[in-house]
């Protein structure tokens, strides 16, 4: 689940707030002056005073930073736009489970004659509470049972428990989330885990259990985020006859790493985008601050939408990565790169491109993949407004590649090494939009520049995930 | 895969000659591997050089986690990887005896037997599969699997007390050793996780209550039954080597050899003179053979048909 491309094994989602509203389906609600308060609406007006009531634990301070604003206000349209814009704050520290906004005349003995009151009326969430859901991550599915205990401090920390089990992982972990006051985009997040997981393709069983220490800061439009990582892994052999060379493989390791990472997404959904680009790209170095495990790598992803007529959209990706190792060991085959399958290059079997041995995918050092997709609203669009606007068709060109590379010789080389032997295919398909968490695809896929050794999967292919290419 | 399946998918990969890159897997052996480990692949190399199958030693840190069955050594065949002495032995016996003569490739029957063919134009190829037991009968046969279960049960598992639970030797050896390839703190972590298991399988066996003292006292029995069974005689069986002086030789040898925190254990087995100079015999006769000139690996031997 989570960055497949590099098979890591990350722990579910567990930093960040429960946003109230999908991002795509809110729109600012304008209020419409009524003949009535037209003489109000250009009539100055001070707001004297802001209450939050219902506070249990919270503290004041945290606070003072979200409805600051209001008090800027100039008139009376202004005050509403700027407490709806608290409110939206408000919910987003994942403190409240409900806020209302009362704004009314100032009362009370300093009350001006153009003097407002507002007052946000909250409801904590409770200390501790529990939940059940299920998580669609890429081609897999799980049950996530969760215990968390929202602002534990009074000032938004969270601490979660999760238990996921699922078709290819176990997993549990423990995470503690900290927001910086009056700068929620700023926080710290504390994660203890262990994950299993189960691959077959490669013949492999892994066992992670680390702990993850990760910053994240915008920076003006952008998103960074600084981790340092500590995981001990543990490698074996899914069946006796894992081929040799998963077989060296096995064994205890540990990875220190410190990585970096930088998005700038400007895309309205993250599912199916209508318009807006992602950019994100990530490194990470390992071995520096302890460990067994030594590798520098680099790993890319762009992303592009545009609109065009009729309501189809275009959208182009290309991702891109490579690990460079460290001294004379070479990376471990849980560090590498893996190509293929329902979300990366359609029309192969899941990670079944690339070096192999015996039937076991081991893997690749360097690899690069593109996309090319249409989507366009079903055939004579059946169900409009209602569910057929879930559905859309989709015709696509996936190409990439995936190798192991030789490091004595120079770039020019290493680029003509990936331009060698490109796998691609093309179809197309229909895909069902999950909310905003998940995406179903089922496509019919013609594989091509299949080489000796890949497993393809030509027809009707299935996929599920969040991260397609 | 079944039973049914993986035992004719077994005859099958008997069914082609011993390849020369054959290996056997253990531990470091400078830094990382420990006293019992050493013994069992000193057993297993020394069956192989009496059945004359060339194997490569390799040294892997990571050797035990590669083994299928958690032990070492294993050895890595054609494409089959099979490990400890007692898999080793069967696995050595199916393969097919096969020879090249100028009609082409033969097969024998499954069963072993030492075979040799000399072909007319010359050029010979000889595949030998070897049971070394081949030339006892049922009782000695019994006897021997016996005398290798006493080896096994007493020999073996006082190593791995005195390796384990032994606190001083725990702490000065074996935990040192045994975690010296991880990094910090992986290596406390393995180390004690292994001590753990160790531990908990002698309650098990109930030899957690037992002193070092009772455990020498056993290991010198077990060395007075093994001497009296030796005798004067060369091996334990005839005149020719068998699976139980393999296993025997790796054991007594390694405790010989290697440096403990006190000298008892190699004191107890050099009180018996016999099986001093049992162990230097096949030292001298199975592995001091590469400083002979001119011996091929595949040696021949006069047939016994």
Request: with cysteine.
């Amino acid at each position: 689940m989570g960055t497949v491309h590099a098979r890591s094994l990350d722990p579910l989602p567990m930093h960040g707030p429960d946003l109230g509203l999908h991002p795509d389906d809110a729109e600012l609600v304008e209020a419409e002056p009524e003949t009535k308060q037209e003489v109000l609406e250009n009539k100055d007006v001070i707001v004297q005073r802001v209450h939050i009531d219902g506070l249990g634990r919270t503290k004041e301070d945290l606070l003072g930073y979200e409805i600051a604003d209001v008090f800027m206000a100039k008139n009376l349209i202004d005050v509403m736009k700027k407490s709806h814009e608290a409110r939206e704050k408000l919910l987003r520290l994942g403190i409240f489970r409900k806020v209302e906004v009362v704004i009314d005349t100032a009362e009370g003995e300093d009350a001006l004659p153009n003097g407002l009151d507002v007052t946000f009326e909250v409801t904590e969430l409770r200390r501790l509470t529990g939940s059940y859901n299920t998580m669609v991550g890429n081609n897999e599915g799980s049950m996530v049972l969760g215990v968390k205990l929202p602002n534990i401090f009074g000032r938004a920390e969270k601490l979660t428990f999760q238990f996921s089990y699922g078709t290819k992982e176990t997993s549990y972990g423990l995470s503690f989330f900290k927001p910086q006051l009056g700068h929620f985009d700023r926080n710290i997040c504390v994660n203890l885990y262990k994950v299993t997981g189960q691959f077959p393709w490669s013949s492999l069983r892994e066992t992670d259990r680390g702990i993850a220490t990760e910053f994240n800061f915008p920076i003006w439009k952008t998103n960074h985020t600084l981790k340092w990582e500590g995981v001990w892994r543990e490698l074996g052999c899914l069946a006796r006859t894992a081929s040799f060379a998963v077989r060296e493989e096995s064994g205890h390791s540990l990875k220190s790493s410190l990585s970096h990472a930088m998005v700038i997404d400007t895309r309205n959904s993250a599912i199916l985008p209508r318009r807006g680009a992602l950019f994100r790209i990530n490194q990470e170095l390992a071995g520096y601050t302890g460990g067994d495990a030594s590798f520098l790598k680099e790993d890319f992803e762009i992303q592009l939408n545009r609109r065009l007529f009729w309501d189809s959209v275009l959208s182009a990706s290309l991702w891109g990565g490579m690990i460079l190792p460290v001294g004379d060991k070479p990376a471990s085959i849980a560090d590498r790169f893996y190509l293929g399958g329902p979300t990366s290059i359609r029309g192969f079997s899941m990670y079944s491109i690339g070096p192999q041995s015996e039937g076991d995918y081991l893997g690749g050092e360097a690899y690069w993949a593109g996309g090319l997709h249409l989507y366009t609203p079903l055939p004579f669009r059946p169900g409009r407004g209602g569910f057929g606007d879930l559905f859309r068709t989709h015709f696509f060109l996936n190409a990439g590649n995936l190798c192991n590379l030789n490091y004595g010789e120079g770039p020019r080389a290493h680029l003509q090494k990936l331009a060698e032997y490109i796998r691609w295919s093309y179809g197309a398909g229909i895909v069902l939009r999950l909310g905003n968490i998940a995406r179903l695809e089922l496509n019919y896929c013609i594989p091509m520049g299949v080489q000796i050794g890949d497993r393809i999967c030509d027809g009707v292919q299935f996929g599920a995930g969040i991260r397609f290419l | 895969m079944s039973l049914a399946a993986e035992a004719f998918v077994s005859q099958i990969a008997a069914a082609e000659p011993w390849p020369e890159n054959a290996a056997l897997f253990q531990p470091l052996k400078d830094d990382q591997v420990l006293l019992s480990d050493c013994a069992s692949s000193l057993a297993v190399q020394a069956y192989l050089r009496m059945c004359n199958l060339p194997v490569q030693v390799c040294c892997r840190a990571n050797a035990e986690h590669m083994s299928p069955s958690g032990k070492v050594p294993f050895i890595h065949v054609g494409n089959q990887v099979v490990s400890e002495l007692g898999p080793i032995v069967q696995f050595t016996k199916a393969k097919v005896v096969g020879c090249v003569s100028g009609q082409g490739l033969s097969n024998g029957p499954l069963s072993c037997k030492r075979h040799l063919q000399h072909c007319a134009e010359g050029s010979a190829v000889f595949l030998q599969g070897h049971s070394l037991s081949d030339g006892l009968d049922d009782v000695q046969r019994a006897e021997m699997k016996a005398y290798m279960e006493l080896v096994n049960n007493m020999l073996l598992t006082a190593e791995l007390y005195i390796q384990w639970c032994d606190e001083a030797t725990a702490a000065q050896i074996t935990r040192p050793r045994y975690s010296s390839p991880y990094p910090w703190p992986l290596n406390h972590i393995l180390a004690y996780q292994k001590q753990w298991e160790v531990r908990r399988k002698m309650s098990a066996i109930g030899w957690a209550g037992k002193s070092l003292e009772q455990v020498y006292e056993d290991v010198s029995q077990c060395c007075q039954a093994l001497s009296q069974r030796l005798g004067t005689q060369q091996y334990f069986f005839n005149k020719q080597p068998t699976e139980l002086d393999a296993l025997v030789f790796g054991h007594l040898f390694t405790i010989l050899t290697t440096q403990l925190t006190s000298d008892e254990l190699s004191d107890k087995i050099k009180s018996y003179s016999n099986l001093l100079s049992f162990c230097r015999r096949i030292e001298h006769n199975y592995f001091q053979e590469h400083e002979r000139p001119g011996l091929d690996p595949l040696s021949i031997r006069p047939s016994l048909m």
